[in-house]
């Protein structure tokens, strides 16, 4: 198999062994040029292929097959990490050690983690390449107009109208009548809707525009028919801007001036050219919208379906990473990313046996806590609290059993166990308590409905979800250097009683 | 072919100097590569080193070149600097009364006293489960000790850690090493500060001072279970310890790779550059009489005899006969003599005789004798 290697990496590997062993025995140098070689490929395949962004790109298998392939890669390097170890031959430790070992092993993991990303990342690229976030938007919003304009007689130009009645008491109970679901468009359909009290107070807050109140218990509600035959909020949200809604449709369009018939021939056209640009080739079309609009306003343009189509895949495309889906993405990531990272270096650190007895203990622990909370019949509002409680007070029990390590003669394997234990839970530990913060929050004022909507509340909450977590791992990548690793030494040092 | 010793330099004090011509007289070449290897690496000057490197690499491919004339040139470079050098004998490890008790079992390792300094062999030597073993990972700190102390007097490092780091450990069962064998040694180099070219060299000359540069670029299955005991060693060597700990080093090796084994641990245990002291339990008794400075008889758990401390009295030989056994052991009961049989051979004591004495009155009662060995100075008299 060496034959195979080139010879630059050889050269790099001998360099690395004979200069700084701690970053050769983790073979950084070999597999980060690998999962880099791995990246050109993929990448190279893909632009090679020339994907059409406006069709299924098959990127979720495209994705299987890269995961099953880091999967792979990192259980070659995790046996090559078997075979030397300077810190159980108990060689010269360089300064921050613990650091470099550790941001090695994240970078490395990281590097194989995101790999199976990668489609979606050039998916993204491409996407963005081909067509603007401005282009799109325009193009939806005058594709909206048109088919508006084109179909003027056959769509509603009237607004619908509900009526609500309200009734005190709770709703569900004694039998009796109101429904206090959310709103849809099924209620339409209904000449009169009864609701609680309570329901009617939190609808009136989010709808003052529309409703008018008639007397104490009734009320009329306005709803302007549905003009968009395209989404194109995801468009408009990303480019920041305001975009078309249904009632300056029906102010622009409905009780605007009508075209003439020349004008109208010309956007027939521009349609046509819109919808050709667009057009997916999907051998089976997903798009149920346009369905449900044929249904309802007897419009269906030729080509509309291919077009929605592609429309629904280049969103998909464009916008896959941008901020509020990726980090939906990158925060699991992240929390696996150090929980696989910390695993390593633990396993790195440890005597074998301690290792694998810590994984068994903490299989035992979890057990053990979910009997505990399962016996204790906690209810589920109070789960995030008592759960955090447990978890907070194995922390300082670990902890206090970690922190012995410094004074004790011989090895303890339970306080090894411990400091594992703390190890692995300690980056998790601010992000728990921001959520059992957060979680008594909602607990105490959603039933008020002070917190609904409040969309700077839940920025808020947000954001401090996401800095609970990078403070856990800046806290955890402190401790390995200054705490954890000091401890590590000694307890692998210690004579066995 | 050779050419004879008075050729070479006629003035070489050193006493490594006068070893060297002294194998090269009696043709054991071998031997004299091996000596001038060390006696390169105790002068640390790397261009002596690379030489007698190259000379031992050039025996090695030719075994018909004239070593007397290729070495003699160096030889007298080597002499002025090694009979500068000087050997403070300097005590590494004092270990008072450490015992051991296991929380499970019955055994316990009783109090026992060792003492041990730079260029000492210690050799620890007892009948299977008397505690050899837990004797030697309590002085190496895999074992805690239940009583008594361990002070490494030499040891600059008050870290549990960095002081295993100079007290290395080989146990019986050496753990399977992954890779490239000389890349093993290169990381036990370079975990050790020593790196780049002084890491290449040194791996080099660990290489071809314990003849194993034939295998450096196979891996361990590929090798037999002597010379991973060797490789082990080489191994351990590069991490340049102060105290060599070694668990039954001898256990599957032949006879003639225990002797060259025990030897090498002799000449590298006294170094001039590295000196280390060196504990080694077996139970080749004879072979590690030879090279101990001392010995400790463990048994039960307790150290019955110290070579150190110890003052043997009285003869103990012995004797393989063909002779009928009952007639043997009446023989000597006549003769004031005490005789028990071991199964294959009889062992014979003696308060007032000489071991010469015991021989000559055997040849004179006309006793069929096969095999007979003093043995009044050995720990294998402990051995009933």
Same mark, same amino acid.
């Given at each position: 198999m060496a034959q195979f290697i080139p010879e630059f990496l050889k050269k790099i590997s001998r360099s690395r062994l004979l200069r700084r062993p701690t970053s050769w025995s983790t073979l950084i140098h070999w597999a980060l040029p690998v999962i880099l070689i791995l990246y050109v490929l993929v990448a190279a395949l893909f632009y090679l292929s020339n994907l059409n962004v406006l069709n299924d790109s098959a990127d979720e298998s495209w994705s299987m097959i890269l995961a099953f392939l880091s999967f792979v890669c990192a259980v070659v390097w995790l046996v090559y990490l078997l075979r030397f170890n300077v810190f159980k031959r108990f060689g010269h430790l360089p300064k921050l050690y613990y650091w470099r070992q550790f941001l090695s092993f994240t970078l490395i993991l990281g590097a194989l983690i995101f790999l199976p990303t990668l489609p979606q990342w050039l998916l993204t690229i491409q996407a963005n390449q081909k067509f603007t976030s401005v282009e799109l938007a325009d193009d939806i919003d005058e594709m909206n107009r048109s088919i508006l304009l084109l179909n003027i007689d056959k769509v509603p130009k009237e607004w619908r109208v509900v009526n609500f009645e309200v009734f005190a008491g709770e709703a569900g109970k004694n039998g009796n009548p109101y429904d206090d679901g959310y709103y849809d468009d099924r209620h339409v359909q209904e000449q009169t809707r009864k609701v609680s009290e309570r329901w009617m107070k939190d609808f009136l807050r989010d709808n003052t525009d529309s409703l008018i109140k008639i007397s104490n218990n009734k009320y009329v509600m306005y709803i302007c028919p549905d003009y968009s035959f395209f989404y194109q909020d995801a468009a408009n949200r990303y480019l920041g801007r305001e975009w078309s809604s249904d009632e300056k449709l029906f102010n622009d369009v409905v009780l605007g001036p009508k075209p003439s018939q020349s004008e109208l021939n010309m956007m027939g056209k521009r349609l046509k050219v819109l919808f050709s640009k667009y057009k997916s080739t999907n051998p089976y079309l997903s798009s149920n919208y346009s369905s449900e609009k044929n249904w309802k306003y007897r419009v269906k343009p030729k080509g509309f379906d291919a077009a929605d189509e592609g429309i629904d895949e280049l969103i998909y495309k464009k916008y896959l990473f941008a901020y509020g889906n990726w980090k939906e993405l990158y925060l699991p990531i992240l929390m696996f990313l150090t929980f696989l990272s910390s695993l390593l270096f633990l396993f790195r650190h440890n005597h074998n046996k301690v290792f694998f007895w810590s994984l068994l203990s903490g299989a035992l622990l979890f057990f053990l806590s979910v009997i505990i909370l399962v016996f204790t019949e906690v209810h589920y509002q109070d789960f995030s609290l008592v759960c955090g409680s447990l978890i907070s007070t194995y922390l300082f029990i670990f902890m206090f059993l970690s922190i012995r390590i410094r004074s004790q003669k011989n090895f303890s394997l339970l306080s090894s166990i411990a400091l594992n234990f703390f190890t692995v839970l300690i980056p998790f530990i601010p992000l728990m308590w921001v959520r059992m913060y957060y979680d008594q929050l909602h607990r105490r004022y959603d039933s008020t409905a002070v917190l609904r909507n409040n969309t700077e509340y839940f920025a808020l909450e947000d954001l401090h979800t996401e800095l609970s977590l990078l403070l856990g791992v800046l806290i955890l990548f402190l401790l390995i250097q200054f705490f954890i690793g000091p401890l590590l030494k000694k307890a692998y040092s210690l004579p066995r009683a | 072919m050779f050419r004879p010793h008075s050729t070479l330099v006629p003035k070489m004090f050193a006493p490594q100097i006068k070893e060297i011509q002294s194998s090269l007289d009696n043709k054991d070449y071998d031997l004299a590569l091996r000596r001038i290897l060390d006696a390169s690496q105790d002068l640390a000057d790397e261009a002596i080193v690379r030489k007698s490197m190259a000379i031992s690499q050039e025996f090695e491919h030719n075994k018909e070149l004239d070593l007397n004339a290729a070495l003699e040139p160096l030889l007298v470079k080597m002499s002025q600097g090694l009979a500068n050098l000087t050997v403070d004998q300097k005590l590494l490890l004092e270990a008072k009364k450490i015992s051991k008790t296991y929380s499970k079992g019955q055994f316990s390792l009783k109090p026992i006293d060792v003492s041990l300094s730079s260029g000492q062999i210690i050799g620890v030597v007892g009948e !299977? #489960? !008397? #505690?050899k073993t837990t004797l030697l990972e309590c002085l190496s700190g895999l074992l805690s000790i239940d009583q008594g102390t361990i002070d490494f007097p030499e040891s600059s490092h008050k870290d549990a850690y960095d002081r295993r780091h100079q007290l290395a450990f080989i146990p019986q069962r050496i753990p399977r090493w992954y890779g490239l064998l000389k890349d093993n040694l290169h990381f036990s180099a370079s975990i050790s500060k020593v790196y780049n070219q002084e890491n290449e060299l040194l791996v080099d000359f660990i290489l071809e001072r314990l003849k194993l540069r034939k295998y450096e670029n196979l891996t361990w299955n590929q090798i037999s279970s002597g010379y991973r005991t060797r490789f082990e060693i080489a191994r351990v060597l590069l991490q340049r310890p102060k105290v060599l700990v070694l668990d039954e080093p001898l256990a599957n090796l032949d006879i003639k790779a225990q002797e060259t084994i025990l030897t090498d641990l002799r000449f590298l245990s006294q170094s001039r550059r590295n000196p280390m002291g060196i504990v080694l339990s077996s139970q080749q008794l004879h072979e590690v009489e030879k090279v101990a400075d001392s010995v400790l008889m463990i048994k039960d758990g307790r150290c019955i005899f110290s070579s150190a401390t110890d003052e043997l009295k009285g003869t103990v030989v012995e004797l393989e006969s063909n002779m009928d056994r009952q007639s043997l052991l009446d023989f000597f009961t006549s003769n004031n003599m005490k005789a028990h049989y071991n199964g294959g051979f009889y062992t014979i004591e003696s308060k007032s005789q000489e071991a010469k004495e015991i021989l000559e009155f055997l040849v004179r009662e006309n006793i069929p004798i096969q095999y007979f060995r003093d043995i009044s100075k050995s720990s294998k008299r402990y051995f009933n």
């Open positions: - | !299977n #489960g !008397n #505690g």
